[in-house]
């Protein structure tokens, strides 16, 4: 997925696997705590919550078990990864409230040191206080998004308050502030990067309230517990929903149309359930994406499509519509009380945007030929009804499956002959070549790292000089503990210590189909699109240098630029020729195949590109709004802003309001956008390598990651943009890449 975070990029890619979406993707990172306030994300709690990844304390290292709390020492494992087989449940509650302890003592520090303020022994030292809180944070929350359960649950719930008070009680220190203020009037001799750690940290206590007086401060307190309670809340109700869904088969003949690796997913997932003999499909994406694109059963698929559209809306004990509602009133007051007319304008300020108009401006651009493409697609579904000697009119769980008959009716392409040429281990292996073939870089599987989860993987990378890059885990098959989609993370960003610098440790989570035991892997071209994504992320991470926190960060609408342009290449001929290669006969896959994949690949972007614009759009809307209603109906209120701007009733938005994490349970707020915003820069980019006829073009590479994948924000987004390509990006590559011109 991502917000700002202490030196770490996220992304919860919310693609719809195994079908036609193209997006994001995303994150960003889904953080529980998200709206911890902004300044503690960026140079204090950051780490935490930008690490919403991983999985479960599942152990694979082989380590000497410490008798005390792990996250109370040094960790000792290779290249001082966490110890994730010595970490237990009763270790993070302790090491929190000694984390939040101590940064308050480095608080205090600052604020009663006798000597003038500086930029060392004020902005600094700041920066990097609240080394334990940071510590076990990274930790908690990432494998609370990949292997959560109900005690980390009730842990989160029971922390957030007093994460919320921790972060307010630094935000609002009235001597603090003065302090820093001092340091932002008198700068002294400065380089580039510390001034621009002094800006930001100083815009940042602005921005948190530093400014307001006493009584407006101690109401802004009480709506920030109340955001992040009711966020997390979202999540937690959001995860519940999806998990307690299952569409239970016991009749084979109801099986019909489905590709044989989903029934036998689907078989292992009912035999998991006690129920051997019958098929279950859920509602994570690698099972009801592909069940309401090949299901023949079209009352099956109405079942499942319900079930997922209406996911936070059943009226029980999880119904996110009265949290929506809450949510939505508590972000108004404090835009409100920090001097703002809506929450947009208060969260745009500080993004490539800026302002409401200028996003506004970018979706309507794209909106129109993009309803025009989805609805000569309907006609096409539509036509493909009447084959069928059918005469009803398409609904929202006939898209995929006659989208389906059409593209292969009018390209001769199933999907599904592109799967076995899509062995994981061998897209994985790809997305290493194109990193080598651009950066030089490599990466080496290790056997002797603590894993986060047992299905995980461990890789150390090195740069093209042989020199540690940093620690990549790969985590990438579904479970009930694990949040939806994809996304990338780290459990340590880079930094510098003692003039020597730090490198990451960085994860990469997916929800790719799992095989039948003994069978491969095998992914649709989504999931092998989607890995090259958020391996773009993570070579954002692996190449950032950085000696502070609160530079480490890239605007939200930047920060999908690295992960979508890294898209590019995964379907490039001289790449697939790498690692396309049969998982039973070692064949490269035929160039045939490839043509049809090249001329199909436009096909579905109207469908794709609809609703991914209506969740933005929705996204937007909400957050422009001046009043609140107590009686406001969001489920209406979504129905009727989307259905102003014509939005086809077979289409719902990609995430519709109870379940639409990405903006509800913070990250994405009033920033769904990025994807497409970020979209313009990378297809943009892109045309950089292929203007000098080369895609692994060095020069370029190289300019991408000296101005792009390096600096961090220590240049505005803009700026790092056009060192890189020489001039601003024009949206004409974006409507090309999509077939929308």
């Known amino acids: 997925i991502m917000p700002s975070l202490v030196g770490s990029e996220m992304c919860i890619r919310d693609r719809f696997y195994a079908s036609n979406l193209l997006e994001f993707a995303l994150f960003y990172y889904l953080c529980i705590i998200t709206y911890i306030k902004q300044i503690i994300m960026k140079h204090i709690l950051l780490a935490a919550c930008a690490v919403a990844i991983l999985s479960g304390c599942g152990s694979q290292g082989k380590q000497a078990a410490p008798t005390g709390n792990p ?4 960790y000792t494992t290779p290249f001082q990864v966490p110890p994730f087989d010595q970490i237990k449940m009763e270790h993070y ?47 908690f929350y990432g494998l609370k998004s990949a292997n959560t359960n109900d005690e980390m649950d009730a842990l989160s719930r029971e922390l957030s308050p007093l994460q919320s008070k921790h972060s307010d009680d630094i935000a609002l220190n009235e001597k603090l502030f003065a302090r820093i203020k001092a340091v932002y009037e008198n700068p002294g001799n400065l380089d580039k990067e510390q001034k621009k750690l002094l800006e930001e940290t100083y815009k940042d206590f602005v921005r948190g309230g530093a400014n307001l007086d006493a009584e407006s401060q101690k109401k802004l307190r009480e709506l920030n517990s109340e955001i992040s309670m009711l966020q997390l809340t979202f999540g937690q109700n959001m995860q519940k929903e999806t998990n307690a869904f299952q569409l239970i088969v016991d009749k084979e003949e109801d099986l019909a149309g489905l590709p044989q ?60 519509k009265e949290v929506v509602r809450k949510l939505l009133k508590a972000r108004l007051e404090k835009a409100k009380l920090m001097g703002y007319e809506n929450y947009a304008s208060f969260a745009l300020e500080e993004r490539m945007a ?48 006659y989208a389906d008959r059409a593209k292969k009716a009018k390209f001769d392409l199933d999907e599904n002959q592109v799967r076995p040429y899509l062995k994981l281990e061998n897209v994985r292996n790809g997305v290493f070549y194109v990193a080598n073939k651009l950066y030089g870089i490599t ?8 894993l986060p989860h047992p299905d995980a993987q461990a890789f150390e990378c090195k740069d093209k000089d042989g020199s540690h890059l940093g620690v990549l885990y790969m985590d990438f098959f579904p479970r009930a503990s694990k949040k939806g989609g994809a996304w990338c993370g780290s459990y340590r960003s880079q930094t510098y210590k003692d003039g020597k610098k730090v490198a990451p440790v960085v994860t990469v989570v997916c929800n790719f189909t799992k095989p ?42 930047f920060v ?64 422009v709004l001046k009043e609140i209603p107590d ?32 903006t509800m349970g913070g990250g994405y707020t009033a920033g769904y956008y990025s994807y497409i915003w970020a979209e313009v820069l990378d297809c943009d980019a892109y045309e950089a390598y292929k203007e000098t006829g080369d895609i692994f073009n060095q020069e370029v590479a190289g300019k991408f990651r000296k101005y792009i994948l390096t600096p961090g924000c220590i240049d505005d987004a803009m700026d790092m943009y056009v060192n890189f390509r020489g001039k601003e990006p024009g949206i004409d590559p974006l409507l090309k890449n999509r077939g929308l011109k």
């Open 71 to 74: 996250f109370l020492s040094e």
């Open 93 to 139: 509650k302790p090491a929190f409230l000694q984390g939040m302890e101590e940064q308050q003592k480095e608080i205090d520090a600052i604020v009663n040191n006798p000597e003038p303020a500086t930029f060392q022994n004020t902005i600094a030292a700041l920066d990097q206080s609240g080394t334990l809180l940071r510590k076990v944070s990274t930790v």
């Open 261 to 320: 690796n989903l029934i036998a997913s689907a078989a292992e997932t009912a035999k998991e359930a006690g129920m051997e003999g019958k098929w279950i499909f859920t509602l994570h994406n690698p099972s009801v994406m592909p069940f309401l694109q090949y299901a023949d059963n079209r009352d099956l698929r109405e079942k499942i499509f319900k079930g997922y559209i209406n996911r936070g809306n059943n009226g029980n004990e999880y119904d996110n």
């Open 354 to 401: 800026k302002t409401p108009d200028a996003v506004y401006k970018l979706l309507d651009q794209i909106w129109t030929p993009t309803l025009s493409k989805a609805k000569e697609e309907l006609a096409d579904i539509n036509a493909e009804i009447k084959k069928d000697g059918k005469t009803f009119t398409a609904e929202g769980w006939d898209w995929r499956y």
């Open 443 to 450: 990466f080496t599987q290790l056997d002797n790292l603590p």
């Open 516 to 557: 039948a035991a003994g069978q491969p892997a095998l992914l649709s071209a989504d999931e092998a699109n989607t890995l090259f994504h958020e391996f773009g992320h993570a070579l954002h991470n692996l190449f950032k240098d950085v000696h502070y926190y609160g530079v480490a960060s890239v605007p939200r609408d």
């Open 560 to 623: 999908e630029l690295p992960s979508q342009i890294d898209e590019h290449w995964a379907f490039e001929p001289e790449v697939l020729n790498v690692y396309a290669k049969h998982y039973q006969t070692g064949e490269v896959i035929p160039a045939g195949l490839v043509e049809k994949m090249d001329k199909s690949g436009k096909y579905g972007q109207g469908f794709a590109t609809a609703e991914y614009l209506a969740a933005s759009l929705l996204d937007m809307d909400y957050h």
């Open 631 to 662: 009686d406001m109906d969001v489920m209406q209120f979504e129905t009727e802003t989307l259905g102003k701007r014509g939005l086809l009733k077979q289409i719902p938005s990609r995430y519709r309001t109870t379940y639409f994490n990405h």
